[in-house]
């Protein structure tokens, strides 16, 4: 798929000089500038008096040609009324200047800064003090109540939405954003009446630990919408158009964003949750420590990948890393199996008609929910013809401003209903693109979950016929599975593989979505599965109230049902016996045709002509 260009070039305009010259023109000179010097060689020897006389002819003269002027003056818009003064306002309107839409850029740190001295500022100087440590925390089996996450406690929400102040206390912007809503914890919200802490009469044993990376600017690409298609078509036609009202902040509106890095707010979210997991889950380190080893994380190549690692870590570890834990970085690429990116040598989920198929429902979804706010916002922009793909993108522009800057101006437009509406926009885009809806969801998630069963059950991978990585799964040093404690982080279209291989189906239930309308009560929310953080605890447990070892799953802090795996009965705290579950995932995976999914000659039909609600392409 072609990416879309960043920005229309990578030249910044000058917008100070473009202000300088601007109010040069419009200030007064002063008079030093304009008085004449006086000719040394010339000085009058005549000294000239002026009487009373001559002061009050000469105001009164000032008085009459004042008068005549403001008559001849107005002439053109008092005599013939308050439409042509309008008019002339404006002929004479200010327009958008050059540099509105462009891209602004920060480039920090510099690339030799002059004072930089590493001998003079070391890392460590010695004299530590005392450096005893205490026990690991586990909050996750102590704690009387589980500590909730709320999101976003830098982020600045607004005081108004689509011009009227917030209606409900209780609506909560920052959870309506879809895949680019900051991860929380979501309490109850998959049917359970149960907490992640640890039910009575168990104990955790093991943790695997699944999590996306955090807050990021745009990618490169998008197939709808996209933030930087905007900056750029606003900065082309600047020369022709102003903006008033709700959108008169677009005068001097430049793009700041930068492309898939992480934001500080990313940063802080990997940090956070990793200090997190240290307190529910430290003292699984304990079993590190009595076998002599330290634990094995993975990440991706991509950099927004590797520094969600590394700023996990940090957290999770503390500063320094070294000798603390080894993370393993498979290279995302094409020509790399990776379970972790497993999309790059699938070739089928690349085909949009099968692999992006949500883009069609958005698009019809989106004609929909914002045809009010087109109606309402065009009045404010003279000169530029808006589009629903541009409203689609202010919204858009709202979540990413904010999570890469703090605020956005963006965010003031809309209304809660049409927050909303861009929530489930986000579901339909991947319902149908990542997930139960998608043909190549579930075969996506295959290598994962095949890493997984692996891990359980301590036994080496025998058959790399999906995205595992031989060199890597292979090696017991890169691929352990002995571990007590595995942490992955991948893409929030991996988790969606994820869950939808597993056969999570309390997720699938009100699917195939509609385009039409927003079902009630339904049962996929990308905002609570998939935003930026999201992370997914399969928790290993031993109890006295059931035999044999026992599998969770909790996704951002809610306990799910796993009655929809085979074998894994109704229970109040989510659980499952472990060998029913691995035994569940096995069948699942024979069942799961990596060859005929990712590289046969299939079709869909585009649109709703077809559907599924298992991720599985049609069969033979």
Known sequence: MAGKPDVETDEAYARNSYDCEERQSLLPLTSDATSAPSSPGKQSGVSKKFGVLHLGLAFLAGVIACILTQLFVCAGCCVHGRNNHSSSENSMKVLAPPYVGSTQVHNFPPASPTNANPTLFPSNVGYPGGTPTGAEPNVIETAPAYPIHSGAAQLVAPNTLGSKANEHKTFDLFRKWGNLSPWYSVGQAFGLDSEPTVPKSCRVTGLHFLHRHGAR?????????????????????????????????LNDWTYKLGEELLTPFGRQQMYDLGISMRLKYGFLLENFTETNTIPVFRTESQDRMLHSALNFAIGFFGYPLDGKYQESITIESQGFNNTLAPYKTCPNAKVPEKGDRGVWYVKRWAAIYLKNALARLQPFIKGYELSIEDIYIMQQMCAYETVAIGYSKF??????????????????????????????????????????????????????????????????????????????????????????????????????????????????????????????????????????????????????????????????????????????????????????????????????????????????
């Open 217 to 249: 600017y745009p990618t490169q690409w998008a197939s709808y919408g996209g933030p930087a298609a905007l900056a750029a078509r606003l900065n082309e036609a600047a020369a022709g158009w102003n903006a008033t009202g709700s959108l008169e902040f």
């Open 411 to 620: 965010c003031e437009l809309f209304t809660e209903e049409e927050w909303e509406g861009f929530n489930y926009a986000l579901d339909l885009s991947f319902w149908y693109g990542s997930a139960f809806g998608c043909p190549v969801a579930r075969v996506q998630g295959y290598g994962w979950i095949k890493e997984l069963v692996a891990r359980l059950t301590h036994t080496p991978i025998t058959e790399h016929n999906s995205s595992t990585n031989s060199t890597l799964d292979d090696n017991p040093t890169t691929f352990p599975l002995n571990q007590s404690l595995y942490v992955d982080a991948t893409h929030e279209v991996v988790i969606l593989n994820i869950i939808t291989a597993l056969n999570l189906t309390n997720f699938a239930t009100s699917g195939p979505l509609p385009y039409t309308h927003i079902p009630a009560n339904r049962s996929f929310e990308v905002s609570k599965l998939a935003p930026f953080g999201t992370n997914i605890q399969f928790q290993l447990l031993e109890c006295t109230s059931v035999p044999g070892p026992q599998i969770r799953i909790i996704i951002n802090d809610g306990v799910t049902p796993l009655t929809g795996i085979k074998g894994c009965p109704e229970h109040r705290d989510g659980m499952c016996p472990l060998d029913s579950f691995v035994k569940a995932q096995k069948e699942l995976l024979l069942e799961t045709e990596w060859e005929y999914d990712c590289f046969a000659d299939w079709t869909v039909p585009e649109g709703d002509a077809w559907n599924t609600t298992i991720g599985s392409p049609p069969k033979p």
